[in-house]
């Protein structure tokens, strides 16, 4: 089972900035598609940012020019590096990644980290 851990989560004024990051760890594991989701109270959860093998990246309409996903693939990490913060970004962000491992096709979840902006 692929675990991830995710943090960097914080209370910031609107106009700044955060770093999210999602560490995976576990044996023998490939990696297809790693991102982040969101879910502010009272709605569902939605993708924020996504890469998919290969490189190729998409982003919600809502963070777009505003939010950029790395990764590193050498620590099985990735980033949300997150500028211009707005209120409505306030929402529990979760990493997810879907791959592969030894049991076969795995879909993980990190915990969440809180992001609030304040206005």
């Known amino acids: 089972q692929v675990q991830l851990v995710d943090s960097g989560g914080d209370l910031v004024q609107a106009g700044g900035s955060l770093r999210l990051s999602c560490a995976a760890s576990g044996t023998s594991f490939s990696i297809s598609t790693i991102g982040w989701y969101r879910q502010a109270p009272g709605k569902q959860r939605e993708l924020v940012s996504i890469?998919?093998?290969?490189?190729?990246?998409n982003y919600a309409d809502s963070v777009k020019g505003r939010f950029t996903i790395t990764s590193d693939n050498a620590k099985n990490t990735v980033y949300l590096q997150m500028n211009s913060l707005k209120p409505g970004d306030t929402a529990v962000y979760y990493c997810n990644a879907r791959g592969l491992d030894r049991k076969g096709v795995f879909d993980s979840w990190g915990q969440g980290t809180q992001v609030t902006v304040s206005s």
């Open positions: 890469i998919i093998s290969g490189g190729y990246t």
